[in-house]
């Protein structure tokens, strides 16, 4: 056995005497990163649908009536050359009333009988690049000979985009009160173990222990604890992700919003879980070591 | 092996524990540290292991000058030093071997060094069969051979006991010392603190006398 392996070992041992108060400090350590969690996967989902809408949503370009197929190439032509634009889509009159229907789904039979009185226009769909040009585009697909109005959905992409920004700044500080509250918990756990290993640390230091002798088996002890926290933690969002994945995202009830697919986001919540806990418990560690150990 | 060079330990509220010292303990000598309780024995001890630094003077420990060591070589000086206490200091979660092993853990001993290390000194101090045992199943006396056996585990060139007997009836006693008298006689350098005046006058051996903090007495065959 090296001298690692002993001190792995041994820190495994210290987990195991240290039993009650080791299953405590994880359970405050897992239910601090559920809760961080939970943020990062909202803040992740916000950013997801931000982005989602950001190029799905464009300018409705709404075409006079009397327009003829010609004149429609035309403007389309026109269309192409504003810089900025990604994408332009034709909506013909019909295709404008099945698009109604499609919005209203199980409410649609209002729409019966309507089909043949051409009361949804025709109208271009501008898809743009950055959100920033969104103004310059619009004053610029106005101008167009044939377009007698533009509309630009403005209000759902700010509010998605303030909500992101909020979110933004309430994960940080959420993230930061509750990796302080996890490194001060672990920290004070080391603590306790350290002063209930007192004598065995005087009686290491008298047979001539190095520092770093004493203190791995502690920094294992705590790393152990931060990454058995993690994977627990990791295990009980992915259940509850799935399950409001497969409720919410099957029915209507939030509109647009789509939750991300578990398949692409496991490995970042597991990753992040992972370095978390290995963060806190070493540096938990480290913090009350190094004022507990002095030769 | 120890020197101490005009020594002096004066402590923050105005005690002199040590009061200008000069002393040599050469190699393989076997010396008893002897006074009443706070003549200065226990500093006498700390300053060799460096848990205290002199208020002035020096203290040479195998050649090199330990008050100017640095605080990361301190363990490597206390390597040099097998330590046994009067109230044994073994660990009562772990059997006799992993006391022992402990010892030759802390110095990343190789494994085989280890398993060979452990035999011998077992047999030494009269241990072998008792390798499982947990200190609690064990007697004061043989506790104590438990901490002889821990402190020459890694072979150090000085051992220094404080006390070893003080807990122990006089024949677990003198058993002890028979133990300290076989492993002097391999050339390690022993310096034992005590009290037990009848085993320091029967062995006739150096005897060192401390009172106030200075050297009273200092007899190549001394008695109590």
């Given at each position: 056995m090296t001298t690692n392996t002993y001190l792995i070992k041994e820190g495994y041992t210290n987990l195991n005497k240290h039993g009650s108060k080791t299953i405590s400090t994880m359970l405050i350590i897992c239910a601090t990163m559920l809760i961080l969690g939970i943020f990062v996967i909202i803040f992740q989902n916000v950013n997801y649908n931000v982005k989602t809408l950001r190029l799905e949503q464009g300018l409705q370009a709404f075409i006079e009536d009397k327009t003829t197929d010609d004149e429609i190439e035309y403007m389309k032509d026109q269309l192409h050359?504003?810089?900025?634009?990604?994408e332009i889509i034709y909506m013909s009159k019909a295709e404008a009333f099945e698009d109604a229907k499609d919005q209203f789904k199980d409410q649609d039979y209002f729409l019966d009988g309507l089909e043949n009185l051409d009361i949804f226009p025709a109208s271009f769909i501008v898809k743009f690049e950055n959100i920033e040009d969104v103004d310059n585009i619009r004053a610029q697909v106005e101008k167009i000979d044939g377009i007698y109005k533009v509309k630009y959905n403005a209000s759902t992409i700010e509010a998605v985009i303030s909500i992101s920004k909020v979110a933004n700044y309430f994960l940080l500080g959420v993230g930061s009160v509750l990796l302080v509250v996890s490194i001060f918990i672990i920290s004070n756990t080391i603590k306790l173990a350290v002063y209930s290993n007192k004598r065995e640390i005087m009686i290491m230091r008298y047979i001539g222990a190095k520092n770093s002798f004493i203190v791995k088996p502690f920094i294992v002890e705590g790393a152990i604890m931060g990454v058995v926290s993690a994977l627990i933690s990791f295990i009980l969002i992915s259940i509850v992700y799935v399950y409001v994945y497969v409720a919410l995202n099957?029915?209507?009830?939030?509109?647009v919003f789509k939750f991300i697919p578990y398949s692409t986001i496991w490995y970042q919540i597991l990753g992040l879980y992972v370095l978390l806990g290995l963060f806190i418990g070493i540096f938990g560690s480290a913090i009350s070591l190094k004022k507990y150990l002095k030769a | 092996m120890i020197e101490f060079i005009n020594l002096v330990k004066k402590y923050d509220h105005g005690v002199t524990a040590i009061d200008n010292v000069n002393l040599k303990i050469d190699k393989g000598e076997f010396a008893f540290l002897v006074g009443p309780s706070g003549s200065g024995k226990s500093t006498f001890l700390r300053l060799l292991i460096k848990e205290e630094e002199p208020t002035s003077g020096k203290i040479i420990v195998d050649g090199k000058d330990i008050t100017r060591l640095k605080k990361k070589d301190i363990p490597f000086l206390r390597r040099k030093i097998g330590f046994v206490f009067q109230d044994f200091r073994l660990l009562y979660d772990r059997t006799v071997e992993e006391n022992i092993v402990l010892a030759l853990r802390v110095i990343e001993a190789p494994e085989k060094e280890i398993k060979a290390q452990l035999k011998s000194v077992l047999q030494m101090v009269g241990l072998?069969?008792?390798?499982?045992?947990?200190?609690?199943?064990?007697s004061g006396g043989e506790q104590q051979r438990v901490a002889l056996a821990r402190a020459l585990a890694t072979k150090p060139p000085i051992i220094i006991a404080d006390e070893?007997?003080?807990?122990?009836?006089p024949i677990t006693a003198e058993e002890i010392f028979k133990t300290l008298l076989e492993i002097n006689s391999r050339g390690t350098t022993i310096l034992v603190v005590t009290h037990a005046k009848d085993i320091v006058d029967s062995l006739n051996k150096r005897v060192i006398a401390l009172d106030h903090g200075k050297v009273i007495k200092d007899e190549a065959r001394g008695v109590y």
């Open positions: 050359l504003i810089d900025g634009v990604s099957s029915s209507y009830a939030l509109g | 072998v069969g008792k390798e499982k045992f947990f200190p609690n199943q064990l070893p007997t003080g807990n122990l009836d």
